[in-house]
């Protein structure tokens, strides 16, 4: 676990103060400004592990592509299919893959964990850096490196499929995609690092990660569009923070959510944000308070 050691160290490093453990005094902002630059030149280091998931990642998604486009070849009449023609379904997964790269947790659920296992989260408790923000700092950091890496990749990917390309439904719906997308990478980093904190309960989570990912697969949109399914599940759903972790940004920008939709849209994603945030910081207590107990 080459990438866990380096974090490790990382850590360390942000702790000392500067890479190579000078101590210095960072005032509060911009030490995590420090955390972000210190995490875009480390996660560098794996460019390669970035550019090669970012290629792999487009096997399934060229095989959907490929499903859609047969089942609307022997549709044959040409008619949109639940209310989304061709090149719309085609470009949907198209912003799925945009969406994902942008927004999607990657290892920072099991970086976490392996901070609580190994006992490295003792070093935050001593010094003034609150862990729920480095650990942000890390994830934007992670994004920011991702999107660079696999951007020449995804460029090739949206000029293959370029037919296929649907312009925003309006300036307003572009603007609103763009502060969606901010709310659904913060609600996927703090309902990831909430999952993390049962690391501290229990000694493996990865169970808990994959029941969590199939359900986020299955009921954010990743599959199909949320809106092909019967009213009475897409209510149901509704109560969930699923939609809002995908769905959302791309509904947004297609034009699937409009109107005072698009208000109600985003006011859904900032509620599970800020209710996802509050339980990240009530696991982070109730754990640090059982790891003060066995002696972290």
Known sequence: MAET????????QILLGVP??????????KKYWHVIGIGIQNNLTYRFNYLTRTLFSFIPLFAMLSLWRTIYTANGDGRPLSG???AQMI?????VAIVDVMTAVNEDDWQIAADI???????FLLKPVDYLWYRLCLFFSGRVTFVMMAGLPLAVFIFCFRSY????ASGLALAAFFVSLVLTALLQF???YSMAMLAFWVLEISTFIFILFAFEYLASGHLFPLDMLPPALQHALAFTPFPSMLYAPIGIYMGKI?????GLALLTQLFWVVVMYALARFMWRRGIKKYAAFGG
């Not at 050691?5 to 360390?12: I, P, R, W």
């Not at 470009?91 to 912003?95: E, P, Q, R, T």
């Not at 296992?117 to 070093?123: A, L, V």
């Not at 390309?165 to 925003?168: A, D, L, R, S």
């Open 91 to 95: 470009f949907y997964y198209m912003m």
């Open 20 to 29: 190579g453990g000078l101590p210095v005094k960072i005032p509060a902002l």
């Open 5 to 12: 050691s380096a974090a490790e160290n990382f850590g360390k």
């Open 117 to 123: 296992r190994e006992g490295n989260i003792s070093q």
């Open 190 to 192: 703090f309902l990831s």
């Open 165 to 168: 390309f649907v312009p925003p």
């Open 258 to 262: 409009a109107g005072d939709g698009v």
């Open 84 to 86: 989304y023609t061709e």
